[in-house]
C-alpha cells in the first residue's frame, strides 16, 4: 500500500516534469490541515482506552442538558462549552454569563482569550459530573522534533495558564522522552507521576493513567494529547478534567473514523472554501489580503505591514507549490472579501518560475475581474520576465521592488484604521 505522502508526491511529480529533489522538499511545505476534535470526542476516545474521565453526556439544547438529574444521578453538575479553544474557564458569552447555565451558553457566542474577539458560537455543551479537585497538575504527550519522537510534558502547576508558567517558571516543567519502538517505561511513568507530585497510593494510580495515555497516543496517532488539568480529587482519584487530542493530515489516512469526526462547523466558511484547493487561510483585522507562499513568509508579509503602519485582513498560504488552479481559487476567495482594499501578493519563485506566476496572476484577474490594487513582490527565477508580464497587461498591478517597497505601497493605497 502506498503510503498517501508518497502517493501525492508521485502524483506531484507525474502533474509536473521538474527536479525530483525541488519537488519533494516543495511538498513538505504544502499546507497542511490539521484536525482538532472537541473535547467531548478526545474524552470519548480516551475513556475507550481506559482512561479516567468523569461521567458526561452531550447536550446541543438547554432541554436535553435538564435531562443531567435522570442521566447522571450527580450530586453535582459542571457544563462545559465546546469549542475548539482554550481558556473557557475565564471566558465570557455575549448572553453575559460568566458560568453555566445551558439555556444561556448553547446559541451564544464565548469569548476566551484565545478565540477571535467576537467569541465562537457554542453549539453542544458537556454535561458532566462536577468533582472536587484537590490539586491541578499539567500533562501532555507530543511530537517533538528536536528528539524525533514522542515527549511527556508535565507540571505539578497545572490549570489555566500553561503558556505563562513556561515562561515564568521553566524549572516547574518536566520531560520524559520515550523511544517509540521500547514505549513508555514503568520508571518513566513513576518519575513523570512523582514529578507531578501525586504522593502515595496516587503515584501509582497516576502513573497508570499516564501509561494509559500513552496508549492513546501510541493508537491514535495524534499529534498531541494534552490534559490540563490533570488532577487528583480529595476522594483520592486521579482523573482527567480536560482533553485535546490534535491531528496532523498525515494522521487521517490510517485514522479515517476520527477524521470522519471532524465537522467543519466552526471554521469560517471561507477557511473550508480555502482547504478544498490545498490553500491555508487565516483571517485577521485589517485591510490588506497577503497573498503568499509558506507560512514563513506569510509571517513575515504581516510583520512588515504592520511595520508600515497597515493591517492584514488576512494571509493566504499558497503552500510550497504553486499551480495555476489555485491562483485562481486564491484570487476568487480573496476579491470576495469586502474587508480587502488591497492585495500585497508576495511569493518566492524559486522552485516555480516567476513568469509562469506573473502569467497564472493576470489570466486570474482578468478572469475575475480584479477591482482592488494590488501590489506584486515576486523574487527568484526568470523575475525580470514576470515584471514585464505584470507592468504591460494593463491590470491594477503595481510591480515593486522588493517586500519594504510592496507593502509601503500596499499601505498608501488602504483607507487608515
Ligand atoms: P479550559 O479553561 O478551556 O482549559 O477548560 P477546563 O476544562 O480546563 O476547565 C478550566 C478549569 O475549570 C479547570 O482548570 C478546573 O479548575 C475547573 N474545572 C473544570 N471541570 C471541573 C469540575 O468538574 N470540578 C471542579 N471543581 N472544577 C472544574
Ligand atoms: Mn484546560
Known amino acids: ?64 442538558a435538564l435531562q443531567a438529574d435522570k442521566r447522571l444521578n450527580a450530586k453535582e453538575i459542571v457544563l462545559k462549552a465546546q469549542i475548539l479553544a482554550g481558556g473557557r474557564g475565564k471566558g465570557v458569552f455575549n448572553s453575559g454569563l460568566k458560568g453555566g447555565l445551558a439555556e444561556q451558553m448553547i446559541g451564544y457566542n464565548l469569548a476566551t482569550k484565545q478565540t477571535p474577539k467576537g467569541g465562537v458560537k457554542v453549539n453542544k455543551v458537556i454535561v458532566a459530573e462536577a468533582l472536587d479537585i484537590a490539586r491541578e497538575t499539567y500533562l501532555a504527550i507530543l511530537m517533538d522534533r528536536s528528539c524525533n519522537g514522542p515527549m511527556l510534558v508535565g507540571s505539578p502547576q ?127 483585522d485589517g485591510n490588506i489580503a497577503c497573498f503568499v507562499n509558506g507560512a514563513g513568509l506569510a509571517m513575515a508579509t504581516c510583520d512588515i505591514i504592520f511595520l508600515n503602519g497597515g493591517k492584514p485582513a488576512n494571509f493566504l498560504d499558497l503552500g510550497g507549490s504553486v499551480k495555476e488552479a489555485q491562483v485562481y481559487q486564491a484570487f476568487k476567495l480573496l476579491t470576495a472579501d469586502p474587508k480587502v482594499e488591497a492585495i500585497l501578493l508576495s511569493i518566492f519563485g524559486g522552485i516555480v518560475n516567476c513568469a509562469i506566476i506573473a502569467n497564472g496572476i493576470t489570466k486570474a484577474c482578468r478572469e475575475l475581474e480584479l477591482k482592488v490594487p494590488m501590489m506584486v513582490r515576486l523574487e527568484g527565477t526568470n523575475v525580470q520576465e514576470a515584471q514585464s508580464i505584470l507592468s504591460s497587461s494593463g491590470l491594477p498591478i503595481t510591480s515593486t521592488i522588493d517586500l519594504e517597497d510592496a507593502a509601503r505601497k500596499a499601505v498608501d493605497n488602504v483607507s487608515k484604521k
Not at 525530483?20 to 475507550?48: C, G, H, I, P
Not at 499529534?223 to 490534535?246: H, L, R, W, Y
Request: hydrophobic residues 40%; aromatic residues 10%; proline residues 5%.
Open 1 to 64: 500500500v502506498l503510503h498517501p505522502r508518497s502517493a501525492k508526491l508521485l502524483r506531484a511529480l507525474v502533474l509536473s516534469p521538474m527536479l525530483l529533489v525541488a519537488q519533494s522538499q516543495a511538498f513538505q511545505f504544502t499546507s497542511r490541515r490539521w484536525l482538532n476534535l472537541q473535547e467531548y470526542q478526545s474524552k470519548k476516545l480516551m475513556s475507550d482506552y481506559g482512561v479516567r474521565v468523569q461521567r458526561f453526556f452531550v447536550a446541543d439544547s438547554a432541554n436535553e
Open 158 to 284: 497545572g490549570g489555566v495558564d500553561i503558556e505563562e508558567l513556561v515562561a515564568s517558571n521553566p524549572e516547574l516543567i518536566f520531560k520524559e522522552q520515550i523511544g517509540i519502538f521500547e514505549g513508555i517505561k514503568d520508571s518513566q511513568a513513576q518519575r513523570m507521576a512523582e514529578n507531578l507530585g501525586f504522593l502515595g497510593p496516587l503515584k501509582n494510580q497516576a502513573a497508570d493513567q499516564i501509561k494509559k495515555l500513552y496508549n492513546v497516543f501510541l493508537k491514535v496517532d495524534p499529534s498531541q494529547v494534552e490534559v490540563n488539568p490533570f488532577s487528583e480529587t480529595p476522594e483520592g482519584q486521579v482523573v482527567c478534567f480536560d482533553a485535546k487530542i490534535n491531528f496532523d493530515d498525515n494522521a487521517e489516512f490510517p485514522q479515517k473514523n476520527i477524521f470522519a469526526m471532524d465537522n467543519k462547523s466552526e471554521n469560517e466558511p471561507i477557511e473550508n472554501e480555502a482547504a478544498r484547493y490545498d490553500l491555508k487561510h487565516i483571517g485577521l
